[in-house]
């Protein structure tokens, strides 16, 4: 260890050593940060970050190793092989090349610390190859013992220095850059503490040490340059990420259309708000807007004429906006304001505020247009304890907005709104009882007056919830009309009907009921044949009934749908004729196979001359345009005989058979079915 000292204070020039030493440690930082950054690429950045920080270890290596020997004092005359010397610098950028590439091997523990061995070896490749090119004139002569030990140093701490590079915070006295630097310099001065020369003087050989000095100097300089371009490309590299990690961050939390924050952004926004005002004591006030007129926009004009009616809007919401007032927008035409007040006349004034921003015209290139809103609010800690409910409250109070014609804004009122809720609690649950085929299908006897035969049945759907029991389809069926989910639902009916009717001995027509919403939203007449192939029945067993507001939505587009209907061979009857419309202007331009009169007529039939004139007078129309006339609703004899006496051609009611599972006729003996097929 001694000799080590020794050779360090009395061999060598203490200005090169400190030159080498401050050279060897921040090569050694700029290396290891060059390194970690690789092991955060892949592909072609991964080798390419790798080569820079190859390129810096082995100037690092070789800049120490050459500055230090140019400072060793072995008092007798030296010179340099220029071509060993050029040769030692490549040899030390292999060997951390080779060091690197091994330490970032993915799935290898031992990985980093096999890499760091293999750069302690090229740094022992390196050192002794320059000590091949430094000639002296005298004997040279070697210390085994030293020259293992120098290996075995720069080899272990190499190793534990790219080891200790995979911790995130390494302490500064166990620093990777460190032990790297010291792998390095007690490699050199242990290997040159074994180093001895034997003087041989020879005639006018002289060192000239201006020389070596400014040989040292630029050398060193051209070893920064090299590190300056390793920390240019990490530098620049962190600005790029710098930048792509803020369009990242804005990306993530604001709307790229309008600008205005996001539903992330509205959810922290939201819960800092709310932890404010739980210690100030202030009110949290939360809006829910939807646009109204905005889905006919998109519809007339396209989704560019709604894009720049979108940007405009959130435009004029960035405007309102300031420190205690936060506009978002959630998606679509849907946007939220989360706002910091002290009462609800605050929120109130806001609203107004907020209405006549959106109510201002909007100007775009495909036009001026005016839309409205509908807004409801709700505030914290009045109407809601907690996040989830001041959400949910704000979110019924908009639901009656909407709903309600009279009004644009609506606050939570508890008991109107728990009705809402109760609504959209039963509509959610009709969307589950759909797909796990909770729902019944009921079957109502159509009897031919002539005959007294079976005409057929008609398919009413039944729901028993779970917990609240029967649910009547007046409650349930406009529930779904207000969504999609009556798509679901017909459809659901229509096959389950079909499927029924297919499995009878009987060919008896089945009679399917069809909203008004299936023309508006779905190809019908695809449906129909698509559950016709798929169940098998004959299509001149099907009726479907639909009423005339069916066809007042889309006069054109329906009565195209049901000539299509029509042409597959299935039964189209008018239902609950007499009501509504009552257009003859349908039955001309429609032939329909039957026309059914609405059960509203039946109870005051018998007593009442004007519903007797009435259904008088739709039996007439019908036998005119050769349409037979089924009636509704009949409950009792007197209404049977007088609608015989009247020349009706069918009936169904509670007093000819009430409506039953299938499974119920089945055991009554009313309907048989194919082989061993049992009811559904």
């Not at 260890?1 to 020039?13: A, G, N, V």
């Not at 914290?380 to 709903?403: F, H, I, V």
């Not at 297919?502 to 449906?527: G, K, R, Y």
């Not at 509504?580 to 039957?594: N, V």
Request: net charge negative; with cysteine; hydrophobic share 45%.
């Amino acid at each position: 260890m001694y000799r080590i000292f020794s050779c360090i204070t009395e061999l060598h020039h203490p200005g090169f050593v400190i030159m080498a030493a401050l050279l060897c440690v921040v090569g050694a930082a700029i290396t290891l940060r060059l390194y970690r950054r690789a092991r955060e690429t892949q592909g072609i950045q991964q080798v390419g970050w790798c080569v820079l920080a190859a390129g810096t270890a082995g100037s690092t290596i070789w800049s120490t190793h050459f500055i230090a020997m140019l400072g060793y004092r072995p008092s007798v005359p030296i010179e340099l092989d220029p071509g060993l010397t050029s040769l030692s610098l490549l040899v030390a950028m292999v060997g951390a090349s080779a060091g690197l590439m091994l330490a970032i091997l993915p799935r290898w523990r031992l990985a980093p610390a096999i890499g760091g061995a293999v750069c302690g070896l090229g740094i022992s490749a390196m050192h002794y190859l320059g000590m091949l090119a430094y000639r002296v004139q005298g004997l040279v002569s070697w210390d085994h013992g030293y020259i293992f030990a120098s290996i075995l140093l720069a080899a272990g701490l190499s190793a534990f220095a790219f080891q200790l590079a995979h911790k995130s915070r390494p302490k500064w006295y166990r620093h990777p850059a460190l032990f790297l630097s010291l792998a390095i310099v007690s490699l050199h001065f242990t290997g040159m503490a074994g180093f001895g020369v034997s003087p041989v003087l020879l005639e006018h050989a002289v060192t000239n040490p201006p020389v070596l000095q400014a040989l040292a100097f630029a050398v060193g300089g051209v070893t920064l340059l090299i590190f300056g371009a390793g920390v240019a490309s990490y530098l620049i590299d962190d600005s790029v990420r710098l930048e792509s990690l803020t369009r990242f961050k804005y990306l993530a939390m604001y709307d790229g259309l309008t600008g205005l924050p996001n539903r992330e952004s509205f959810s922290r926004n939201l819960e800092l708000a709310l932890s404010q005002a739980r210690k100030s004591g202030e009110q949290v006030g939360l809006l829910f807007i939807d646009l109204d007129g905005f889905k006919a926009v998109n519809d007339l004009h396209g989704h560019a004429a709604g894009d720049q009616v979108l940007q405009q809007l959130g435009q004029r919401f960035s405007a309102l906006s300031d420190e205690r007032v936060y506009p978002v927008r959630l998606s679509g035409d849907e946007f939220a304001v989360v706002l910091r007040l002290q009462s609800k006349a605050a929120l109130e004034a806001f609203v107004e505020q907020l209405q006549a921003s959106i109510g201002e015209p909007m100007e775009t290139s495909f036009g001026l247009f005016n839309l409205g809103a509908s807004i409801g609010g709700a505030i914290y800690p009045q109407d809601a304890n907690s996040k989830e409910s001041l959400l949910s409250n704000a979110d019924l109070a908009m639901y009656r907005a909407k709903s309600e014609l009279s009004r644009q804004v609506c606050f939570y009122e508890p008991e109107m709104d728990e009705r809402i809720r109760l609504r959209k609690s039963l509509a959610n649950d009709l969307r589950i009882a759909i797909e796990e085929n909770q729902l019944q299908v009921h079957y109502q006897l159509q009897t031919d007056l002539a005959s007294g035969g079976v005409r057929g049945y008609e398919a009413l759907l039944r729901w028993k919830h779970s917990t609240r029991g029967d649910i009547s389809p007046v409650e349930f069926i406009p529930l779904a009309e207000r969504d999609t989910t009556i798509l679901a639902l017909g459809e659901w009916v229509l096959r389950r009907a079909c499927q029924d009717a297919a499995s009878w001995t009987q060919p008896l027509s089945v009679a399917v009921n069809v909203s008004p919403m299936q023309f508006i939203h779905d190809d019908l007449a695809s449906l129909v044949q698509r559950v016709l192939d798929d169940t098998g029945l004959p299509p001149e067993r099907l009726e479907l009934e639909l009423t005339e507001s069916s066809i007042f939505a889309d006069r054109d587009k329906a009565l195209a749908m049901l000539t299509r209907i029509k042409e597959m061979g299935v039964s189209i009857a008018l239902d609950d004729f007499g009501t509504g419309y009552s257009s003859l202007d349908i039955l001309r331009a429609f032939p329909f196979d039957k026309i059914k009169t609405d059960r509203s007529f039946m109870p005051t039939i018998e007593e009442n001359p004007q519903a007797q004139a009435i259904i008088s007078a739709v039996l007439a129309l019908g036998r005119s345009l050769n349409i037979p006339v089924l009636a509704e609703g009949i409950e009792t004899p007197g209404q049977l005989e007088l609608l015989r006496n009247m020349g009706c051609a069918a009936v169904q009611g509670f007093y000819l058979g009430r409506p039953k599972p299938m499974s119920a006729l089945v055991e009554a003996g009313q309907l048989s079915l194919l082989g061993a097929m049992q009811p559904a």
